[in-house]
């Protein structure tokens, strides 16, 4: 009964074919959001942290104020790719997706809309911090802060956006009522704790990558290398135990039939959801072990279990996505035509870029030590 | 149909026409600038050159603020955009050209790498190295172009894909190299534009004299380049050039191709200014340069965009998602059968049917009273007015797409288009040839333009008032496709009066293009 109603407001899939079998568009949806999630987690984690820093900050030169320093100017260059690396899974999420992301998109038009607008501004206030700096004076510190605010209202209109579009049973309630582009998702109890568990995820991971610095910068005699690494460590430590508390409300807000996939419903899912609980805890555990051993930690391995822990959380992202979903989301039905060549193109040119890149940035890199 | 509207008050295209006019301003600038920046770079190099590279480097700080975030941005804005406005366009072109648009990311991405390696790497790397850079950037910033360029125009002209939806023979389209090279040509014209703005900002003096003449070049060349391409272009738009009396029928377009001639020549005469007389060229003459070519650019993207309609895709989808390849379908069940987004109150409600089958059909291009508004129309109509219209907008000289309404859809239709007429009746002109000319525009100039499109001008010659008077009450007879006329007793006098002295070009006030 449900679905018959649903089905009549739910878009038809695209008339055209998919140019190439869902699985290949799904899997490069899938490596690239995992990009853009370390780009984006670099940079979000890094202002939160900067911003921290600032407010902790007692004078222009101690460790608080360095670290800021130091963060601030990598901002602008993180926005660059975390939005050039957000825009490929777009890109495919839109191609294997349309009927559900183009219409939550419509339900929250402005809000959506708002996303374009907030990034400019708040990609010109990461240049300003990154350039202007100091002499911004006493507007340095609230300007990061709307800087940070900005962002976090990018993310959260991602979040509404993609929760939004599981919420086919409220659609038809939400346009009907007022077709002014004006909802959000915010009747959704995922919504905040999956939105907090990002944010929160950002800065573990962030300062993660922050303490990578600082051990590099301190195995080059570099004094504030100790300090960068503390910081990182502490944050990617207990913001990993918080998010776990986190991550069971995420999953606690879930609608029980899309739980009890996690829960034996789905073999594979519930496996990935002991896989993701057994991981978080391990990053916890050497996170604080790691915090022990100063400015000389062992990052590898923790590292390596949070790349594979975003691997598990996305595909478990995907999981909920279907659960939600479910008959009204058929990729394996959808008409394929492969367009061979531009397959092939695409491949080929990716590793081109990719090493003309590597080129560019190492000359810079080997350049700047020179100087 | 497949997909909600978005209403908004001020009407979709206008938010489309305000993100993309900028956006595409500036995103020219990104193409041609990385050329200017690498070819002036060079010479500065060459002839060791202190002076132009210290210009170079301070524009190229300018150049990346601009560019990087304003530009790139605002792309994503018009993607983001268009996928509100035109969700089953942007379904239709990712479906297609999916890889097309990920083959751009990748150029997108050594791009922006390009520019930040180019500005951080000044007097680090040495110069070799740092010219590369920039043609690096240069080149994948022009293949984004490249490849942008061929979507783009496929909408208008869609060619041979229409037959074989082929990936390639979409993307070289009719219009594609026209375009490819009118968009260089621009590209390099804006950055010269650009950077006579930073060089008006220098010192006078000798090196400003100089480099105000190299950037008057660029600038000079860049329109030149555009003019001669867009000849080329505008020939190579079929539906264009094959078909005139389609053009008359949309009379803001050749207004809006003439702005855009007017525009380049205006801009070009400012242009030559700084290449000839640099010495003239002064901080007071940037504003007016750069509003020009931006008013000549969005005049002509606004060609591209209103030769295109009633189509997002020619020929294969109009503005509202509907297919041609489901027009008989439509034509046998009625619009409801394929409109997905009807409210459950619309099976029982005659308004709320007409309200969500009008935001269904006739919202992607009109408002209320904003953009493309239908209440200053509807002020001036009655009841048997509007119903005589409905089952014939798609004959109207507009272009819009065919509307199939079932006796029942379009009863619903006229009760909702009831509903937004103004409280206040319209009232005409005091002056009375202007009330004359008012009142063909809101009935027969809906269909026909007195001499152009449809034209009257030989039938109404030799008819004097009274038989004008007799014609109107009979006007329903006269084609299928044409309804009777309705108007009140003020307006059919007034109709007649115009009818009669049948020799003033009438113009449509309150129209507006979409």
Redesign the interface.
């Known amino acids: 009964m449900i679905t018959s109603i649903l089905s009549t407001i739910v878009p038809a899939p695209d008339a055209l074919p998919l140019p190439a079998p869902a699985p290949v568009l799904f899997f490069l949806q899938q490596l690239t959001f995992l990009l853009h999630l370390l780009a984006m987690n670099a940079l979000l984690g890094g202002l939160i942290i900067t911003l921290v820093a600032r407010i902790r900050s007692k004078g222009p030169d101690d460790h608080w104020a360095q670290l800021a320093d130091s963060i601030a100017k990598t901002s602008p260059s993180l926005v660059a790719a975390t939005v050039n690396m957000g825009v490929a899974p777009l890109l495919f999420l839109q191609t294997l997706m349309g009927q559900f992301f183009f219409t939550s998109s419509i339900l929250m038009g402005w809000g959506w809309f708002s996303v374009v607008v907030v990034m400019i501004f708040a990609y010109y206030g990461t240049y300003l911090q990154s350039f202007k700096g100091a002499s911004l004076g006493k507007s340095q510190k609230p300007i990061l802060a709307v800087t940070v605010l900005l962002f976090l209202w990018v993310g959260f209109m991602f979040t509404n956006n993609n929760t939004l579009m599981l919420q086919v049973g409220q659609w038809a309630g939400m346009y009907f009522a007022d077709a002014r582009g004006l909802h959000l998702n915010l009747g959704d109890p995922q919504l905040w704790p999956r939105y907090l568990h990002m944010v929160l995820g950002a800065v573990a991971v962030g300062g993660l990558m922050l303490a990578w610095w600082g051990r590099v910068r301190h195995l080059r005699g570099d004094e504030r290398g100790a300090f960068m690494v503390k910081v990182g460590v502490d944050n990617f430590t207990w913001l990993t135990l918080v998010n776990i508390l986190v991550g069971l409300w995420f999953f606690m807000a879930l609608p029980s039939d899309v739980r009890k996939l996690f829960m034996g419903g789905d073999p594979g899912a519930s496996a990935m959801f002991g896989i993701g609980l057994v991981l978080g805890i391990g990053m916890f555990v050497l996170g604080f072990l790691a915090r022990l051993r100063g400015p000389n930690v062992r990052l590898v391995m923790p590292t390596a279990m949070t790349v594979v822990q975003m691997i598990v959380m996305i595909t478990m992202r995907d999981v909920v996505r279907n659960g939600f979903l479910g008959d009204l989301y058929k990729p394996a039905e959808f008409a394929v035509k492969t367009q061979m060549f531009n397959v092939v193109a695409f491949f080929v040119l990716l590793v081109g870029a990719v090493f003309t890149v590597i080129w560019m940035v190492r000359k810079l890199y080997l350049s700047w030590d020179n100087n | 149909m ?8 001020m009407g979709a295209g206008m ?1 489309i026409a305000v ?1 993309s006019i900028l956006h595409v301003f500036v995103s020219h600038f990104a193409v041609g600038g990385g050329l200017w920046l690498v070819l002036t770079e060079a010479r500065a190099n060459r002839q060791n050159d202190e002076e132009a590279r210290g210009f170079v480097k301070k524009h190229s700080r300018f150049f990346m ?1 601009v560019t ?3 530009g ?3 792309g ?2 018009i993607w ?2 268009i ?2 406005i035109s ?1 089953h366009g ?3 072109l ?10 751009e ?6 791009e ?3 520019a ?2 180019y500005y ?2 000044w ?4 110069r070799r ?1 740092h010219e590369i ?1 920039g043609w ?1 950037y240069f080149i994948s910033a022009w293949m984004s172009l490249f490849i942008i360029n061929g979507i783009v125009t496929f909408m208008l002209t869609s060619g041979g894909w229409l037959e074989n ?1 082929e ?1 390639w023979t979409g993307f070289f389209n009719p219009t594609f190299w026209p375009s490819v090279f009118i968009r260089s040509f621009a590209g390099f014209g804006i950055a010269g534009m650009f950077t006579l703005m930073t060089a008006a900002n220098l010192p006078l003096g000798d090196f400003r004299t100089r480099i105000t003449r190299w950037n008057g070049g660029w600038a000079t060349v860049g329109i030149a380049g555009v003019m001669a391409s867009a000849v080329w272009y505008g020939r190579s738009v079929g539906v264009w050039t094959e078909n005139e009396a389609l053009l008359g029928a949309i009379p803001v377009l050749p207004k809006v191709v003439a702005l855009f001639k007017i525009g380049l020549v205006a801009t070009i005469s400012l242009c030559v200014i700084p290449l000839l007389l640099p010495k003239v060229w002064n901080k007071g003459l940037v504003p007016m340069l750069l509003t020009v070519g931006l008013l000549t650019m969005g005049a002509g993207e606004w060609a591209r965009e209103a030769g295109r309609k009633p189509f997002v895709i020619q020929g294969y989808m109009y503005s509202t998602g509907m ?1 041609v ?1 489901d027009e008989e379908a439509l034509a046998a069940d009625g619009m409801i059968a394929h409109t ?6 619309s099976l029982t409600d005659e308004a709320r049917r007409g309200q ?1 089958l009008y ?1 269904a059909w006739c919202q992607p291009c009109h408002t209320t009273n904003g953009y493309n508004g239908l209440a200053p129309f509807l002020a001036h109509w009655n009841e048997e007015t509007i119903a005589s219209l409905v089952p014939h907008l798609q004959h109207m000289r507009a272009l819009m797409p065919p509307w199939y309404g079932t006796e029942e859809e379009n009863a619903a239709l006229v009760t909702h288009l009831m509903s937004m007429k103004p409280a206040e009746p319209g009232v005409m002109p005091a002056d009375r040839q202007a009330a004359r000319i008012k009142s063909f525009a809101i009935s027969c100039g809906l269909c026909h333009t007195p001499n152009a499109y449809r034209s009257l001008t030989d039938f109404f010659t030799d008819m004097n008032a009274e038989e004008i008077d007799e014609f109107l009450d009979d006007a329903g007879d006269m084609a299928d496709e044409m309804p009777g006329y309705f108007g009140t007793e003020e307006q059919r006098e007034l109709l007649i009066e115009y009818l009669d002295a049948f020799d003033e070009v009438a113009t449509r006030p309150g129209g507006s293009e979409s």
């Open positions: 497949n997909y909600p509207v978005w209403e908004l008050s938010l993100v603020l990087l975030v304003f790139a941005i605002s994503v804005g983001a955009t996928g509100l969700p942007t379904s239709a990712i479906h297609g050209f999916v890889w097309g648009w990920a083959i990311w990748i150029f997108f991405f050594v922006i790498a390009a930040l390696v951080y790497g007097e680090k790397l040495d190295t850079v690096v939806h990936f297919l390849a997905k987004w009807m409210s459950p109150e969500d935001a």
